[in-house]
C-alpha cells in the first residue's frame, strides 16, 4: 500500500494511478484508510478549487452517458482535461449504476485527458455525496479543470450535486406532448439550463416545440439570485449538433459570475453548506443508532400515528431515552 | 391558577376562558407551565382529530384578515364551530403580527361560535410550530370542529401550517400583469387550491384572467399524490360573492379524502413528520448552545468558508469538541 506522502506526490504530479487509489481510499469504509484519506484531502485542498464543477441530471433514459461523451470530447479537443464522477445512490440498491459500466462511454474512456470514476458505493445518499465532494478536490489537485458529475433525476441526489456545482443541467428528451409530466419536484428550480437531446432525425419538430413549453415554464419561476434566466438548448449526443453551443453558454456563465463575485460567494455558501449538513447528518445517526432509542423508536411512532401521545411528548421521551446508559 | 384538572374539565365543556387559559399554558416559556400544559396536552388528545383543519396563506395585503373574517362568518352561519390561530414568527421580530390585533375580524370576534387566537410568540418558528399544533388539540377537545390557521406567505412558516392541515390554501389577488410573480418557490406546489380575493367592481376582469393564467401554472405540476388537481377560485370577502362555493369545494375535498382513506393516511404522516421535526429540532439545538461549539463554530465557519479545511474534517472536529467537557 502507498504511503498518504506518495499518493499526494503522485496526485500533485497529475499521475492518474495515484489519484485513482487515492480515491479508492476516499471511498473505503475501512477505519484504517481514513486517517490516510483525511490526510491526502487535506493536502490536496491548497491545489483545489480551480476547476469548474458541472452537474448533469436526467431521468434515466434520456441519454446522459452518450450526453457527457460528448460534451467531454469536446471539452478534451479544446484543451481541457475532464473528469467525469457520479452521485448515484440507486446503484447501492442494485437498481444499477449509472456510471458503472464504463463501456457506456467508449471514446471518452480511452483519451488520456479524461478520468471517469463510477459512482461510488454506500449506504446513504449522505456517504455517497461526501464521497464525491472529496473526489472533486482530488481531481482538482491532479490537474482537471472540467469536473462533470452525472445523477439520476429521480431521488434527493439532485440536490446534493446541485449544491456541489457551480451550473447545473437538467437533460431532457421529447416525449408524449406535455413535456413537463414526470419531472420531480423542485429540479426545474434547480437548473441553470435544460438541455433537450437527441435533437435529430425525425425528432427534431418535437423539439423546438418542447423548447418553447420549457421556455414557458421557466418563466413562472422566480428570478435567480444571480438574474440569470436558464436557457432551453438542444443537441444531438449523436451528431454532436449544438453541444459547441451549449458548452459556450456555460462558459459565459461562469465568466460573468466570475466576474460579479458571485461565482465565489456561491462556492463559500456551499462550502458551508457542506459543513452545516455534515454536523446534522452526524447528529441524527448518532441519535437513531443508540440502542434506547432503536429498542423505543417504532413502538412510539406508532403511539404517535395512531393519537395516543403528543408527537411532542414522544421526542422527549425517545430524547431522553438517547441520554440514558 | 387554576389546576390542570380543572382546565381539562372546563376545555371538555367548551368553556372558552379555559381553553384561552389552557393555550396561554401552552405557548408561556416558563418552565413551571411545562409538566401543567404536557398534562393537559395529554388529556385532551383522546378528545382532538376530529375537526376540520384549514390552512391559509399569502402575502401581506392579500386580505387574509377579512377572507378569514368572511368564511368564518359563513361556518358559523352553517352551524359549525370555528377557532383561528395564526403561525406567524415575523411577529416575533416586531414586523407586526397578522392576528395580533383582534379587530380586523370584527364580526367574527364577537361571534360565540368563533375562537380568535393572535399568533403566540416565540424566538423560533419550531417554536411557534409546536404552540400552534398543541392549540389545535385543545380547540378540538374543545368542540371547536373548524381549524382555520393563517399564516405569511412568504417566509417557512408555509411548510410548517402545510404539516399540519388537511387542505391549504393559497389566497392571492391580481396584480400588474404577471401574476405569477413575487410568488415564494414551493408554495404554489402546496397548495390545494388557489382563491383570488377581491374578485369585485373594476377588478372582475383581471380576476378571470389571472384564474387562466394559474391554472395553466398549476398545469404544470406533477399530480398530488391523491390525484387532487387544485381548483383556482375567486371571491370577494367584501361581498361575500364566491364565499359559499369554496366551503363547498373544500367540504367535497375532505369528503372524498375520507372516503379513500387519504385524509387518515395523510394525518398519520403529519403525526410522524411532527415526531422526527421536533427530535431534529432538538438535537441540533442541543448541539448549537454546546459552549464548546459556540466558541468554535465561526472560526471552524470561515476557515471551511476559506477553503483551509474540508467541510467534512471541520464537522469532524465540531463533533468532538461537543463531546469534551
Redesign the interface.
Known sequence: MPTAAELIQGILTGDRSSLARAITMVESTNTKHLSIS?EI??AC??H??KSIRLGITGVPGVGKSTFIEALGTRLTSLGKKVAVLAVDPSSTLSKGSILGDKTRMPELVKNNNAFIRPSPSSSSLGGVA?KT??SI?LCEAAGYDTILIETVGVGQSETAVHSMVDFFLLLKITGAGDE???????IV?MADAIVINKADGQNIKQVDLAKLVFTK?LH???PKENNWVPPVLSCSSLTHQGIAEIWEMIQNYITSNQKSGYFYTHR?SQ?????L????E???RQ?YQNSNVKNTLDK??QE????????????EK??RLSKER
Open positions: 483525511n484531502i487535506e485542498l491548497p483545489s478549487g461526501r465532494r472529496e478536490i413537463l409530466q414526470g419531472i420531480k419536484r423542485g428550480e415554464a413562472l419561476y422566480p463559500k462550502n458551508k453548506y457542506w459543513l449538513q455534515t454536523i446534522e452526524h447528529l441524527q441519535f412510539m411512532i404517535v400515528i395512531d393519537g395516543k401521545i403528543s408527537p411532542f411528548s414522544a421526542a425517545l430524547i
